[in-house]
């Protein structure tokens, strides 16, 4: 099984500011099966990155995903009040189990 | 529009049993991929079970082995999951989910809250 390391725990930051959020697998994940999700409190997680680089479908372009192999990165460009979330990375490894990360919480400073 | 609703939650009783449902609406249901994802009060997402569009494939969680057995019924777009021996770790939020190219998921449903109780 692999193991999705999230980092860090919490993020407190201001908005306007740049966030970065790490994701560390435990072996090697194909950067296409690699997404992030938000989720706010009281509602489903939305997809956000898919194959790690790729927005969903009406995501808004501050939001970015880099990385490959076991090091990858979710990139919040410049904070909205509306972004203060939890966030979880997510891997498909080509067979299950599918695994989450632990998730980091974007907190408002 | 494209949505996903679950119900059958409630509480139950450790060693009971709990069948949730799913309805699909405003996609071809058949032709995905779907998923039951939960989360225990105040912690993360774990997947639980899998089922392939015209159920060639299922798979679960090392956790409900045995114990959760989701279905499908294309004709009805429905999804189930069939919850037996539960226990007080079971205690979630269970969210019915469409996968994306049998990957990611895209598409989420509200939830259903499941509590494992005596």
Avoid: H
Avoid at chain 1, 22 to 33: D, I, L, T, W
Avoid at chain 2, 7 to 23: D, E, H, N, Q
Avoid at chain 2, 59 to 78: C, E, H, L
């Amino acid at each position: 099984e692999i193991v999705l390391t999230q980092s860090p725990g919490t993020l407190s930051l201001s908005p306007g500011e740049r966030a970065t959020l790490s994701c560390r697998a435990s072996q090697s994940v194909s950067s296409g099966y690699l997404a992030w999700y938000q989720q706010k409190p009281g509602q489903a997680p939305r997809l956000l990155i898919n194959g790690a680089s790729s927005r969903a479908t009406g995501i808004p372009d501050r939001f970015s995903g880099s990385g490959s192999g076991t090091d990858f990165t979710l990139t919040i460009s410049r904070l909205e009040p509306e972004d203060f979330a939890v966030y979880y990375c997510q891997q498909y490894g080509g067979s299950p189990p599918i695994t989450f990360g632990q998730g980091t919480r974007l907190e408002i400073k | 529009e494209v949505q996903l609703v679950e119900s059958g939650g409630g509480l139950v009783k450790p060693g009971g049993s709990l069948r949730l449902s799913c309805a699909a609406s405003g996609f071809t249901f058949s032709s995905y991929t779907m998923n039951w994802v939960r989360q225990a009060p105040g912690k993360g997402l774990e997947w639980v079970s899998c089922i392939s569009s015209s159920s060639n494939y299922i798979y679960n969680a090392d956790s409900v082995k045995g114990r959760f057995t989701i279905s499908r019924d294309n004709a009805k777009n429905s999804l189930n999951l069939q919850m037996n021996s539960l226990r007080a770790e079971d205690t979630a939020v269970y969210y019915c989910v469409r996968a994306y190219n049998g990957v990611y998921f895209d598409i989420w449903g509200q939830g259903t809250m499941v509590t494992v109780s005596s």
